[in-house]
């Protein structure tokens, strides 16, 4: 696993020095720490922490560590655990309803660290795997027999299954965002570029169907490999992503029976693919097609959908929870307070997108993903 990169929020400047001390002899990269919630909640889009270790009370700060918490649950994905002493009962229970993936009590030694971090970031990419797919197909894709890697337009994973995991002896939690490479981790160059080209020959021929045989290893021991690659489509009927179904054996993958892998693919095409959610809107909910969605806008502890037709949604939710409900392979994030569908977008400039005559702000840590998503020429 990539070293995981901490902030540390603690305005006890001691207490931030030994943690910070502590961070880098388990390994982890730790930034320098932030002694001010506000200061802190403006570096997250530069410095793109893994993980935020955060005191709950901040006394010195004009933000306690609560309402930093937030502001980190409402408009990034990213996982904190909270350090505390002591806390009255009120600040504990604002403290839940910001959803931190643990606790670590003070004093603390460093295997109450290291543990908490541990545990709270297997927790958070648990978490991502589920938004990704949904409890019902993780375990249908689960007990299939053959090994399925889905990968979005970049050759980034967003999804194994634990047939894959078992044929290329990497954990989903190590490959999740990663490019395909790093779920071929202990496979020969070869077969790296092998995925990279398959998947690319399936995204940008125009949902072409690919297939090749290629060694595959799991650290331990090497096996020919026969990979069948189908196309993985939009909301509107469009390539954004790939999805390869591996299964060992010494005949070429075009003479394998195909009939499970065409059915294991439109079941996978399922995932991606559905089209709507529902909204309540005054007295009733009501059908909003992720096709009519241009952004969607988070405004305090309210989230609004603004749609071609006009029609805007405004909702008591995050923008956590949105991005959960929404195709991964559709919308992107750009920036903390916003989220927009990626064939919406008419234009670009340094620092925004436009979509339908409105420029829509992108932050500086979402930026290079975006661009990476785009047809650039």
């Known amino acids: 696993m990539a070293t995981l990169k901490i902030m540390i929020v603690e305005d006890e400047i001691i207490v931030a020095k030994d943690i910070q001390r502590i961070l880098k002899k388990l390994g982890y990269e730790a930034f320098d720490p932030f002694s001010n919630g506000k200061k802190a909640l403006d570096a997250i889009e530069k410095l793109n922490p893994d993980l935020v270790l955060l005191d709950i009370n901040l006394r010195s700060s004009e933000m306690d560590g609560v309402h930093v918490a937030e502001q980190i649950h409402q408009h990034y994905q990213i996982p904190f655990i909270f350090l ?97 490479s790093v779920a071929m981790k202990n496979s020969p160059q070869e077969t790296k570029n ?40 939009t909301v509107n009927n469009k390539i954004n992503g790939c999805a390869f179904v591996m ?56 989230v609004i959908i603004k749609t071609s037709s006009k029609e805007q949604y405004v909702l008591h939710s995050s923008m956590k929870d949105i991005e959960s409900k929404l195709p991964p392979l559709n919308f992107s994030r750009v920036h903390r307070s916003y989220i927009v569908q990626l064939e919406k977008i008419g234009a670009l400039e340094e620092n925004a997108c436009i979509i339908d005559g409105n420029r829509i702000p ?5 930026k290079d993903n975006l661009m990476s998503r785009l047809n650039l020429f």
């Open 84 to 180: 505390t002493a002591f806390s009255d009962k009120n600040t504990l229970e604002r403290a839940k309803l910001t959803e931190p993936y643990g606790y670590i009590i003070k004093p603390f030694e460093e295997d109450d660290i290291r543990t908490a971090i541990e545990i709270a970031y297997y927790k958070y990419t648990k978490d991502l795997e589920l938004q990704n797919k949904g409890n019902r197909f993780a375990a249908a894709l689960d007990s299939v027999d053959v090994a399925v890697i889905i990968t979005d337009a970049n050759e980034k994973v967003i999804f194994m299954n634990k047939m894959a995991e078992t044929l290329t002896g990497c954990l989903k939690q190590e490959a999740l965002g990663k490019d395909i």
């Open 194 to 233: 092998a995925f990279k080209t398959l998947a690319k020959t399936v995204v940008g021929d125009s949902g072409k169907d690919a297939e090749s045989q290629v060694p595959i290893s799991n650290g331990g021991g090497e096996n020919k490999v026969a990979v069948n690659t189908f196309p993985i489509l």
């Open 247 to 302: 299964s060992a054996g010494d005949r070429p993958a075009a003479t394998q029976e195909t009939t499970t892998d065409k059915n294991l693919f439109n079941f996978l095409e399922n995932i991606y693919a559905n089209n709507s959610f529902f909204v309540k809107k005054d007295s009733r909910f009501v059908r909003v097609n992720f096709q009519d969605i241009m952004w969607i806008e988070a405004l305090d502890n309210y």
């Open 362 to 366: 992108i932050g500086k840590s979402y």
